[in-house]
């Protein structure tokens, strides 16, 4: 059984970076052909994705966010990070990771963590 | 503004059936497979559908799909109180991104 798990502050300031690891266990992300991603969703809002890393390592990411966003990983420790830049309030959102199987199916997610960006 | 284009709310009685439309364009739905996703309340998406209209185990035959053209659809038959939920479709675009839309909540009246 695939499990996803995110960690990271849950309060970040404006124009910092706000910076997310999701902990995979039960695959490893290093192999197979899978895609790990990271969606986000404003609360009331439907969602977004922000971007997604290959087991080879290449990454895609938003057109929207790609000049503020990273996702890097560590095969190490089996888990891959995200690395979003200058936020502001409108950063604030539910960030989940999940697997993508292929393109947009997404059929493993973490159970999702609210970042806020406030003073 | 979401690139797919959903209705905003459908209501449907228990045991009954609803119909919850995705509409696109060429340059996701019309060349690409379609995705669905349930969204219990405070809790993460769930995939119902791949591949235009494929279930994954576990996931009841209630649920069905189909895509014509630039549209989605997605079919709940014999609905449950259980089943009240957000539901998002979502596909590739050409623009390189993964697109979704903006989500339909389900009412079981």
């Known amino acids: 059984q695939v499990q996803l798990q995110e960690s990271g502050p849950g309060l970040v300031k404006p124009s910092q970076t706000l910076s997310l690891t999701c902990a995979v266990s039960?695959?490893?992300?290093?192999?197979?052909?899978?895609?790990w991603s990271w969606v986000r969703q404003p609360a009331g809002k439907g969602l977004e994705w922000i971007g997604r890393m290959y087991t080879s390592g290449s990454t895609n990411y938003n057109p929207s966010l790609k000049s503020r966003v990273t996702i890097s990983v560590d095969t190490s420790e089996n888990h891959f990070s995200l690395k979003l830049s200058s936020v502001t309030a409108a950063d604030t959102a539910v960030y989940y990771c999940?697997?993508?199987?292929?393109?947009?199916?997404?059929?493993?997610w973490g159970r999702g963590t609210l970042v806020t960006v406030s003073p | 503004q979401s690139v797919l284009t959903q209705p905003p709310s459908v209501s449907a009685a228990p045991g009954q059936k609803v119909t919850i439309s995705c509409s696109g364009s060429y340059s996701n739905i019309g060349n690409n497979f379609v995705s669905w996703f349930q969204q219990l309340p405070g809790t993460a998406p769930k995939l119902l559908i791949y591949d235009n209209n494929k279930r994954p185990s576990g996931i009841p035959d209630r649920f069905s799909a189909s895509k014509s053209g630039t549209s989605a659809t997605l079919g709940i038959t014999g609905l449950q109180t259980g089943d009240e939920a957000d539901y998002y479709c979502?596909?590739?675009?050409?623009?390189?991104?993964?697109?979704f839309g903006g989500g339909t909540k389900l009412t079981v009246l």
């Open positions: 039960g695959a490893s992300i290093s192999s197979g052909t899978n895609y």
């Open positions: 999940a697997r993508e199987d292929q393109l947009a199916i997404f059929d493993y």
């Open positions: 979502g596909t590739w675009d050409s623009s390189l991104t993964v697109v």
